[in-house]
């Protein structure tokens, strides 16, 4: 691995670490499925789905509470896409 990789690599981990400190919300089944997200689709994500999880994580959690559980939709497209496929997520 080359030193820009290496130092890629790095940054990334340290931004992982920290989104998972901001995942936590004290729910435990928003909590998973947070964590769901990071550990299988945040490496690979594009910028732009990067960005709408970052407004996401913005969202109140008696809001997401709502989406998650299909009792709301969120008005946001972007934000409902992503909400559908971190439900969609295999436990």
Do not use: N
């Not at 550990?39 to 594009?46: G, I, L």
């Not at 809001?63 to 971190?86: C, N, P, Y």
């Amino acid at each position: 691995m080359s030193e820009a990789e290496t130092s890629r690599a790095e940054r990334d981990e340290i931004e992982l670490r920290r989104l998972r400190w901001r995942c936590r919300r004290g729910m435990r089944e928003l909590d998973q499925l947070f964590g769901r997200y990071l550990d299988r689709v945040w490496k690979q994500a594009s910028d732009a789905e990067r960005g709408v999880f970052l407004r996401l994580l913005e969202t109140e959690d008696d809001k997401l509470w709502h989406w998650f559980m299909g009792h709301e939709t969120a008005s946001d497209a972007e934000l409902d896409r992503l909400v559908q496929s971190i439900r969609a997520l295999p436990p």
